[in-house]
């Protein structure tokens, strides 16, 4: 890619995907980059670590991305960790009742008419054709419409399909939720059948996947890296942002340097005078299990994509990787607020009928709760999502909250700092 930076640096604040995939499309277009993070590693909310309780590496929360995630793939693939993600051959998201015992298999077709909904073979259990035309609702839903709104809110294709859809896409359940954004997510997937579902998650773990390769290809093409740098101040002239306060350590810029907030939004409008940003946030609760030792799961995952969507129960997804098994509940602002013992029974209660083991073993639990995981994505707080670029003109702002149109997810998180960095090479 050709050099546009001239004697321009770049300072990005905040090592999440949003300021990894800035800091990573600025090298990439020649500039020198320099990143700061208060934490002391990077990744934000999509992060891995060694939890010394278990004994494992583990992720804070279960993540997975659609082949529609186009920018998060290619982000993956530029930072050399295309091959990092599952790539199962076939798209099928594996369900299971945990009250009834029922299981089945959504599995879109494969062009973008939606056939499997004709065949009763393929249908959610309990659900008619005519239900699913019902989705046609949302293409037409007005700006405030929830997805409550639109569609039927009893029967089994509200609690098997678009409470399970809605949360897992939108971490707020479909009550509040938009029911135009979820149109968007339905559009980009389902509407184009099988190829654009494609499930992905990292093999490994987040870190591994999403994190450290960028964080590598940050060193390898000079880019200064630097942690537990909370920014404290923005200093602001008429031409822009003039310095970066750190505590005791300030930096001024240049009249060409350029500034990407690549932050939550509670912390940018601490730092950006007048900024409207989204408020409220929904949380999500993440169980990690290592299995009882010597324990034989009787219900075996793909090896592929070991992960199986629950309803009836507590959790939602149950993702398996070696020994450790890690469930997800989205929306979780009443479980959020439960001890984490009760909840790690729990969870377990769920994966020992999910995965056929003995309910009354007591394996290590660890429950990370991230009460803020995304913001709620609800009419009213999408209209608050503010625009990359501010009025500052080396100024930009990026995170999944930013408006990007899509949902706060890390696809939202590489659009938002890839838009940031347009606007500042512009400028
Ligand atoms: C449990 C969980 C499950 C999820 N599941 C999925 C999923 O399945 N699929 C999906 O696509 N998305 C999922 N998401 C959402 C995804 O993780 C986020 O959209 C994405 O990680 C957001 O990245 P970001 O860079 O915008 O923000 P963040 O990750 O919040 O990054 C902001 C960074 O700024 C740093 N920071 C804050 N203040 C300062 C300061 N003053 N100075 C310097 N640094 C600062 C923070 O420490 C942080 O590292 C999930 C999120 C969670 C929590």
């Known amino acids: 890619m050709a050099s546009d930076r001239g004697s321009r640096r770049a300072h990005v604040v ?34 891995s670590y060694h939890d010394a309780k278990l004994d494992r590496w583990i992720d804070n929360g279960n993540h997975m991305l659609l082949a529609a ?16 993600v599952t790539r199962p051959q076939r798209t099928a998201f594996p369900f299971l009742d ?7 298999q959504v599995e879109p077709s494969r062009g973008a008419l939606p056939w499997w909904i004709f065949d009763s073979r393929r249908r959610i259990p309990g659900t008619a054709a005519g239900d699913y035309l019902a989705a046609l609702r949302l293409a037409r839903a007005p700006r405030d419409a929830t997805v ?29 939720a938009s029911a135009r954004l979820l149109w968007l997510v339905v559009r ?16 490994h773990s987040l870190s591994d996947t999403f ?10 093409r000079g880019g200064e890296v630097h942690f537990g740098q909370r920014l404290r101040a923005l200093e602001f002239a008429d031409a822009g942002v003039a310095a970066l306060t750190f505590g005791e350590r300030r930096i001024a810029l240049d009249a060409a340097d350029a500034v990407v907030l690549a932050l939550p939004p509670g912390n940018a409008t601490e730092l950006v005078p007048g900024l409207t940003v989204p408020e409220d946030s929904r949380p999500i609760v993440n169980a990690h299990i290592r299995l009882p030792e010597g324990a034989v799961p009787k219900r075996r995952l793909p090896p592929e994509l070991p992960i199986l969507g629950l309803v009836g129960g507590a959790a939602d997804w149950l993702f398996l990787r070696d020994d450790v098994a890690s469930l997800t509940v989205s929306a979780a602002e009443t ?7 009760e909840i790690a029974k729990r969870m377990w209660r769920d994966t020992a009928r999910a995965l056929g083991l003995d309910p009354a073993a007591a394996p290590i639990t660890r429950i990370i709760k991230e009460r803020r995981a995304t913001l709620a ?5 999408l209209r608050r999502r503010p625009p990359q670029q501010t009025r500052w003109p080396n100024l930009a702002l990026a995170g999944d909250w930013t408006d990007t149109g899509y949902p706060a997810t890390i696809e939202s998180a590489v659009r938002s700092g890839l838009a940031a960095v347009k606007t500042l090479a512009k400028s």
Not at 69 to 84: E, K, M, P, V, W
Not at 188 to 203: I, L
């Open 211 to 220: 994190v450290d390769p960028a964080l590598a290809m940050l060193a390898d």
């Open 98 to 104: 945990l009250k009834t015992g029922e299981a089945w």
């Open 14 to 47: 905040g090592a999440g995907i949003a300021g990894l995939a800035a800091a990573v499309d600025f090298v990439r277009r020649g500039w020198p980059v320099t990143l700061y993070e208060a934490a002391a590693q990077a990744g934000g909310r999509c992060r």
């Open 335 to 341: 479980l959020a607020d439960d001890p984490a013992e």
């Open 148 to 176: 409550a709104d639109c569609l039927r809110t009893h029967g089994p294709l509200w609690e098997r399909f678009w409470v399970p859809l809605t949360v897992a896409a939108l971490n707020t359940h479909p009550r509040e």
């Open 69 to 84: 995630n186009t920018a998060a793939l290619s982000y993956l693939d530029q930072i050399g960790a295309g091959d990092r």
């Open 188 to 203: 980009e997937s389902f509407a184009k059948g099988a190829a654009a579902c494609r499930p992905y998650v990292a093999r």
């Open 377 to 381: 994505q609800t009419p009213d707080a």
